[in-house]
Structure formats: C-alpha cells, structure tokens
Nanobody, 126 residues
C-alpha cells in the first residue's frame, strides 16, 4: 500500500525554523518526484517545493526561495523540507505528494500528483 506520512509541523515564532518530514512507504523515492504543498485557510493550495531523488533536481516557489530547502534521504525513503526564517504568512497545512517518474521538477510541480499525505499544520506566530 502506498502511503505518505508528514510530520514535524508545529507552532513557531516568526524567524524560527521547522523541519518537515515526508515518509514514503509502498514505493521507492527513486521512481517518484515529491512535492510539498501548503494550504492556508480560505486560500487555494499552492506548490512550495519539489525534488526528484533520481537526479537531485529541485524547485522552489518564489515565496520560499532562500528560506526553505528540500532534500531526500533515499535510504530512509524520506523527503524533508527545512524551513528557516519563517513568517506568519507561511502558516498553513503542509502536504507532501508523489508523482511517478516526473522529469520536470526543475520547472515546477505537475498539475496532478499520484499520492498525497494527510498534512501537517504549521503555525507561525508574529
């Protein structure tokens, strides 16, 4: 059974850091690109970052460039999102998602993803 489980969310003050984890089971990261998304109350879901473990390519939304870093541990079948210099506008539910053999991560995330996690809440206080 394919499963994605996010963890690491929480409450942090502005300027602080959090590291989110996305543990994948039922498939290997080498075959999938992983995207991080977020959805704030009353707003549409937006792509935040993505990574292809097979070639190491990454992508970041302009709003998080220079603050967030995505990386993977293939041995642990886990993708991480290191979030630094957090701002109140980063408050959202963060989701990870997987898409099979997507080669365009460096250009952004695809419209459709194959699998989604349940999400983890990130709250940044001012």
């Amino acid at each position: 059974e394919v499963q994605l489980v996010e963890s690491g969310g929480g409450l942090v003050q502005a300027g602080g850091s959090l590291r989110l984890s996305c543990l994948a089971s039922g498939f290997t990261l080498d075959d999938y690109a992983i995207g991080w998304y977020r959805q704030a109350p009353g707003k549409e879901r937006e792509g935040v970052s993505g990574i292809s473990s097979s070639d190491g390519s990454t992508w970041y939304a302009d709003s998080v460039k220079g603050r967030f870093t995505v990386f993977s541990d293939v041995a642990e079948n886990t993708v991480y999102l290191q979030m630094n210099s957090l701002k109140p506008e980063d408050t959202a539910v963060y989701y990870c998602a997987a898409v099979y053999r997507y080669s365009g991560v460096q250009r952004g995330l695809p419209l459709l993803m194959d699998y989604w996690g349940q999400g983890t809440q990130v709250t940044v206080s001012s």
